[in-house]
């Protein structure tokens, strides 16, 4: 039994403006569902949602993940970081060596992305996000492997990615070291479901088998059972 990665959850000061951004970027269609809020849908079967949550926590920490979203051409990525701008982006420093090829960005409330210059090979095929990079452990890429059922794609020198079946965005962790956790919980959180017809329950007690931990004994306001990975980034696991 494996889970499915329903959505990818964003902590925001104000969720409606952030999921414009998002969607304006992205292309994506927004929605507003009364079970999980400000929902962005998929672009095609194998994407994930985005979700947008109301915070009223600060961000102070640079996100131990980020979009590498991808280009066709130099003029492509050109007009990404231009569209990126026009609807609220900023340049932003991380870092980021001047012959870099990728440019560095962040959406209204701060949240770090890039957008990759043409010829990346690794993300070739991928879609538009190409990559979801994290910050995080071997370990934790083979949590998450065996968690989603999705197959490692690459494994070298304790760098990790997988991916869908399907094929689509890649999810990549890039080993030691490791960011500093900062005191407050992470902005960016992975929201999974039971997979092939088993339960909630079902699905948090094989989670906790492959390494997770439950935080609490019971379940936030939407039914959701709130865990960590062995790297102690937190998810839900949702009804």
Known sequence: MTCD??????DAHEPLRL????SGLLGRELTE???HGI????????GFRLRFLPTQEPKTVQNRMHFDLTSASAEDQR?????ALELGGRHIDVGQRPEEGHVVLADPEGDEFCVIEAGNKFLAGCGFIGALACDGSQKVGYFWSEALGWPLVWDQDEETAIQSPDGGTKITWGGPPLM??????DRLRFDVVAADGA????????????GAARVGTGRDEHGGVRMTDPDGNEFRVLP
């Open 199 to 210: 339960g909630q329950e079902e699905a948090v007690e094989r989670l906790l088998s492959l």
């Open 39 to 46: 929902v962005l849908l998929p672009g095609d079967d194998t």
């Open 19 to 22: 999921a414009q951004f998002w």
């Open 180 to 185: 500093p956790r900062g005191g407050s919980r």
């Open 5 to 10: 990665l329903f959505a990818l959850g964003f």
């Open 79 to 83: 007009r990404t970081v231009e569209r």
């Open 33 to 35: 569902d009364p079970v």
